[in-house]
């Protein structure tokens, strides 16, 4: 088990071993996820977008047409 301590500015450094099992290094981001009262959970929010693949699942298909043309009405509103 790692663990760090809290910097006189609420800082804490990312022990070696947990930055390379979530990957990550300097100017990457990390998401808190709270799981109960008194647990949380980091997870590496910079990831490969390949990660996210079977993701969602569904039946559904859409054509780059159909894609694109989702994309210019929302682009048409901002």
Not at 10 to 33: E, H, M, N, Y
Not at 35 to 53: G, H, N, P, S
Request: net charge positive; proline share 3%.
């Amino acid at each position: 088990m790692s663990s760090a301590s809290v910097s006189s500015k609420s800082q804490i450094t990312i022990p070696a071993a947990v930055r390379d099992a979530l990957k990550i290094g300097p100017g990457d981001r990390i998401d808190f996820i709270q799981t109960a009262d008194d647990r949380f959970e980091i997870a590496a929010a910079t990831q490969d977008v390949t990660r996210l693949r079977g993701m969602v699942k569904t039946t559904h298909t859409v054509s780059v047409e159909e894609m694109n043309a989702a994309i210019r009405l929302k682009a048409k509103t901002l």
